[in-house]
């Protein structure tokens, strides 16, 4: 990978087309992004007080003790882990958390797997810090989820440093249970692999309960975010939890490249931590939301439009209608006003013939989105 391996994340491009569109007063169907809506009342209420109380100076590079003391509690609580809170870094959002795990953790030009497809930002920002990429393929066939020989045949043609992989994770669903898990991170374990694990979409996992690798071992470094169930992504509040060697390392590099995460948003996070209502409700109206958007595109002919196990997407094979997702996105945003993103941006090689639906909105944007849609489809028989 190389700076000219650069792309644009198009699921942001898409957003500025549909945005342009609204300023020129038509509605738009927002399917193209992962954005939950606002954050519940606590947390607001929380970030209001702490600006009236108290100056919001820098906190430690590391963040607020009490909210790193917190998240300790978090894991102990849901998945049953003991974890020093001196391992736990507060972070701007996941984002700043991967430039941190990858500058910390690997030398320069060091080789990091992820899989295709997958989160955009992974090779976006492995080509900024100048590292390499080893694309693992998943199928549709096997759930979007790499297999532990998946991973060998890739590390046997070309051994890589770290493997960054999200469950539930973007733009599939994909969701590993314990099992698979614990033999991936074996797996990287024999292979001198570092393990990095995006957990940014725990607490959104429709078919069993969320596993974090640090169940597994201590060695993995954990990403994770307030943006996606705690519905903070503006917010750009997120933490990780590292491995004991890389503590006093990446720390250092906090101090320097970005001095401390926000403290407004610090005492908001805090403050959702507590709230389990609000979310409670979020994540059932998902659940109905990823059921009716599976249906509605099976229905519509999509190919694999079946409901996704987490997150908030369904990634589905538009093949029946195009070959070039790019033009079928771009139009059906301008001819209709829903907001989609095409699949290049996951995947480069294959891409081309899928596209990410996003059931973050509300069920009545779903239900317009898939009518348009069904319009957009029907005149010249690309439908039916
Ligand atoms: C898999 C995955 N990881 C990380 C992020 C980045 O999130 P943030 O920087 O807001 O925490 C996203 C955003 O969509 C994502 O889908």
Redesign the pocket.
Known sequence: MTLETIRPFYAMEILGRAQAREADGHSVCHLEI?EPGGAPSPAVRAAVKACIDRPMGYTSAKGMRPLRERLARYYDERHGVAVDPERIMITM??????ILSFLGAFPPGARIAVTRPG?P?YLNILSSLHMQVAEIPVRSETGWKPTVEDIETAYAQAPFDGFLL?SP??PTGAVLDADELAQIVACCERLGVRFIS?E??HGLNYVGRDVSALETSSAPIV?N????YYCM?GW?I?WLVLPEDLVRRVEMMAQSLFISASSVSQMAALAALDERTFYDARRDAYAQNRLLLARGLERLGFKGARPSDG?FYVYVDASPFTNDTMDFCIRLLEDTGVATTPGADFDRTDGHQYVRFSYAGTRETIEEAIERTERFLRPVGRYG
């Open positions: 992962g959002g996941s984002s700043s958390g991967f989160y930002a999200a994770a973007n995006d940014i979409y990403v975010s307030f943006s996606k992504t750009r997120g997150a």
